[in-house]
């Protein structure tokens, strides 16, 4: 949602700004994990606007910037047993 309202000043700012640095790094992180042809879109455009580095920051949660929700679902790990209802 946040991002939908800031596009236009996504499109005019070289940088990505700090505010939207999670956003857009945690979009970039789900796209390769999730079934989702769009956000893998979405990741080729934000990689061409800010660069490889950026992309592979937030692939790798450089300054850990993510969502830790969106971390902790899209995980490989089980979750823990305190976690797990019967």
Do not use: H
């Not at 800031?6 to 070289?14: A, M, N, Q, V």
């Not at 700004?17 to 999730?34: E, G, H, M």
């Amino acid at each position: 949602d946040l991002l939908s309202e800031r596009i236009k000043l996504l499109s005019f700012s070289k940088e990505c700004p700090p505010d939207l640095v999670s956003c857009v790094s945690t979009l970039i992180y789900a796209a390769p994990r999730v079934d989702i042809p769009e956000l893998v879109t979405v990741r080729k455009q934000f990689r061409a606007k800010y660069g490889k580095k950026f992309e592979e920051d937030a692939l790798n949660n450089v300054g850990g910037v993510l969502n830790e929700r969106v971390i902790t679902k899209l995980s490989v790990e089980p979750p823990a047993a305190y976690r797990v209802q019967t």
